[in-house]
């Protein structure tokens, strides 16, 4: 059974920085591109970052690009999301999301709060 497991979540104020793991199981992880996606209270999920089965390709939302990387460890099926200069609207949950011709996973999110 296909599982994501996020961690790393938690609360830091304005200009600090905290690194999201999610850990894969129960499918063949190197073959999947990655995604990170969040949801903010009363807004709808948005994709933040990608990253292709190789992880030799990434892209970015607008408001994280230059602060945000996302990275991809097929030998510890395990994604990152390394998160710099956080600012009070990157408050949000944060949710792992594997996908491939047409399949899809998603983890149960971690929550992140950026506040002084």
């Known amino acids: 059974q296909a599982q994501l497991v996020e961690s790393g979540g938690g609360l830091v104020q304005p200009g600090g920085s905290l690194t999201l793991s999610c850990a894969a199981s129960g499918f063949t992880f190197r073959r999947f591109a990655m995604s990170w996606y969040r949801q903010a209270p009363g807004k709808e999920r948005e994709l933040v970052a990608h990253?292709?089965?190789?992880?030799?390709?990434?892209n970015y939302a607008d408001s994280v690009e230059g602060r945000f990387t996302i990275s991809k460890n097929n030998a510890k099926n395990t994604v990152y999301l390394q998160m710099n200069s956080l600012k009070p609207d990157d408050t949000a949950v944060y949710y792992c999301?594997?996908?491939?011709?047409?399949?899809?996973?998603w983890g149960q999110g971690t929550q992140v709060t950026v506040s002084s």
């Open positions: 999301n594997a996908f491939l011709k047409g399949n899809a996973y």
């Open positions: 990253i292709t089965s190789t992880g030799d390709s990434t």
